[in-house]
């Protein structure tokens, strides 16, 4: 099924949009919850993701409009700064705001966004719509930022605005991803590479859970808490401005520091992550799937046991996956409590698979998941007026 952009905006504003553009969703394929923890990450861009058509009009307001939610919103250049109850408007204009504080004149525009991320899935919709946002009006109206600077404005964007004390890895993913590649990114010092990802007779198979969250009313900013404490106990005996900053070895020469079980467990996850990371980079660039595919399954555990983020619907997936003999390495990607799963799914077994997958998981959870395989995408790109919807 295809979507006209171009003809659904003339439809909603009765003119032509002068631009549409695209930013895709993320996953991350393995380093899940250390960004904010000052660790690496190996997100990919995916070929789901939002696009934005964009017009001026001469009303001195900023229209927003979705193809996805019934709902619209019009907020005046003058009160941009206010959120608008809990739309999924609140990002756009957020953006807006953080521009117009910058110093940058931007005056009434119409939007129309569209996007096939399933919503509180965990591949990012928010910084997907944030950068789509970001460089749709940096474009657009030549603002003149590096990508770098559109990133730090979305996470201030969705840590200030939202109110979401996340980290950096989504908006970042989503902007410089590359076709076929990962991202090994420093989320302390903002360095990265890029990793080829060489897939071979294999897919990235997307299980979405369809058990929705809410990230910002989750135990996602208790679990940063959690860790924020474990690494107070840690300064009592060594200086560390991130845990991520200790490899496994480091860390269990100090780890009696961290008196409470909890704490303990949240710590050791994080540190483990962290060098699991390294491990499948090199994993990545030595071609050896089977060993990343292991890597996979070794940080689910984790998050499952010690960080406890999965849950019974991410587990059914990734303990289904565990047993079919055609995926070598799954697990939950995103912040948890639902969201989504990936899976290295040999290609022609597309079908058996979400069949199977869907008995076994309709079985343990009561309702079907939804299979998608995703290709491993380009960044924020200007794009026809025409949208292959998948």
């Given at each position: 099924?295809?979507?006209?952009l171009?003809?659904?905006?003339?439809?909603?504003?009765?003119?032509n949009?002068?631009?549409?553009?695209?930013?895709?969703g993320?996953?991350n394929?393995?380093?899940?919850?250390?960004?904010?923890n000052?660790?690496?990450?190996?997100p990919?861009?995916?070929?789901?993701?939002?696009?934005?058509?964009?017009?001026?009009?001469?009303?001195?307001?900023?229209?927003?409009?979705?193809?996805?939610?019934?709902?619209?919103a019009?907020?005046?250049?003058?009160?941009?700064?206010?959120k608008?109850?809990t739309?999924?408007?609140n990002?756009?204009?957020?953006?807006?705001?953080?521009?117009?504080?910058?110093?940058?004149?931007?005056?009434?525009?119409?939007?129309?966004?569209?996007g096939n991320?399933?919503?509180?899935?965990?591949?990012?919709s928010?910084?997907?719509?944030e950068?789509?946002?970001?460089?749709?009006?940096?474009?657009?109206?030549?603002?003149?930022?590096?990508?770098?600077?559109l990133?730090?404005?979305?996470?201030?964007?969705?840590?200030?605005?939202?109110?979401?004390?996340?980290?950096i890895?989504?908006?970042?993913?989503?902007?410089f991803g590359?076709?076929?590649?990962?991202?090994?990114?420093?989320?302390?010092?903002?360095?990265y590479?890029?990793?080829?990802?060489d897939?071979?007779?294999?897919?990235?198979?997307?299980?979405?859970?369809?058990?929705?969250r809410e990230?910002?009313?989750?135990?996602?900013?208790?679990?940063?808490?959690?860790?924020q404490?474990?690494?107070k106990?840690?300064?009592?005996?060594i200086?560390?401005?991130?845990?991520?900053e200790?490899?496994?070895?480091?860390?269990?020469?100090h780890?009696?520091?961290?008196?409470?079980?909890?704490?303990l467990?949240?710590?050791?996850?994080?540190?483990?992550?962290?060098?699991?990371?390294?491990?499948?980079?090199?994993?990545?660039s030595?071609?050896?799937?089977t060993?990343?595919?292991?890597?996979?399954?070794?940080?689910?555990?984790?998050?499952?046991?010690?960080?406890?983020?999965?849950?019974?619907?991410?587990d059914a997936?990734?303990?289904?996956?565990?047993d079919?003999?055609?995926v070598?390495?799954?697990r939950?990607?995103?912040?948890?409590?639902?969201?989504?799963?990936?899976?290295?799914?040999?290609?022609?077994?597309?079908?058996?698979?979400?069949?199977?997958?869907?008995?076994?998981?309709?079985?343990?959870?009561g309702?079907?998941a939804?299979?998608?395989?995703?290709?491993?995408?380009?960044?924020?790109?200007?794009?026809?007026?025409?949208?292959?919807?998948?």
């Amino acid at each position: 099924m295809n979507i006209n952009l171009q003809e659904k905006f003339a439809a909603q504003y009765h003119k032509n949009a002068e631009a549409i553009y695209f930013t895709p969703g993320r996953v991350n394929l393995i380093g899940e919850h250390i960004d904010y923890n000052g660790g690496l990450v190996m997100p990919c861009a995916i070929s789901l993701g939002t696009w934005v058509a964009i017009a001026p009009n001469n009303e001195g307001k900023f229209r927003f409009k979705s193809l996805n939610f019934d709902l619209e919103a019009t907020v005046n250049s003058n009160t941009v700064n206010d959120k608008n109850g809990t739309t999924w408007a609140n990002y756009p204009v957020g953006v807006i705001n953080e521009f117009i504080k910058d110093g940058r004149e931007i005056n009434g525009l119409d939007f129309l966004f569209y996007g096939n991320i399933p919503i509180g899935s965990g591949l990012s919709s928010s910084a997907s719509i944030e950068i789509a946002t970001a460089y749709a009006l940096n474009t657009y109206l030549n603002l003149g930022y590096d990508k770098l600077a559109l990133v730090k404005i979305a996470k201030r964007v969705e840590n200030d605005f939202i109110g979401l004390n996340s980290g950096i890895m989504d908006q970042f993913a989503v902007t410089f991803g590359e076709e076929d590649k990962a991202i090994v990114l420093d989320c302390d010092t903002l360095k990265y590479k890029m990793v080829d990802v060489d897939l071979g007779n294999y897919v990235v198979a997307i299980i979405n859970t369809n058990k929705p969250r809410e990230l910002a009313d989750s135990k996602y900013n208790e679990r940063v808490a959690e860790c924020q404490a474990a690494l107070k106990l840690l300064n009592e005996e060594i200086t560390l401005h991130y845990l991520c900053e200790l490899n496994a070895e480091k860390f269990a020469l100090h780890s009696h520091l961290i008196n409470d079980e909890t704490l303990l467990n949240r710590a050791t996850h994080v540190v483990k992550e962290n060098d699991r990371v390294h491990l499948a980079a090199k994993a990545l660039s030595g071609g050896d799937l089977t060993a990343f595919g292991r890597l996979m399954y070794a940080s689910h555990e984790s998050l499952r046991t010690l960080y406890e983020v999965s849950g019974k619907e991410l587990d059914a997936v990734v303990d289904f996956c565990s047993d079919y003999k055609h995926v070598i390495g799954a697990r939950m990607t995103g912040a948890g409590f639902g969201g989504c799963a990936i899976a290295l799914l040999e290609k022609g077994y597309e079908e058996d698979f979400a069949k199977h997958l869907t008995d076994y998981y309709v079985d343990k959870i009561g309702y079907p998941a939804t299979i998608y395989v995703s290709n491993i995408s380009d960044g924020p790109h200007l794009v026809t007026d025409t949208i292959g919807q998948t």
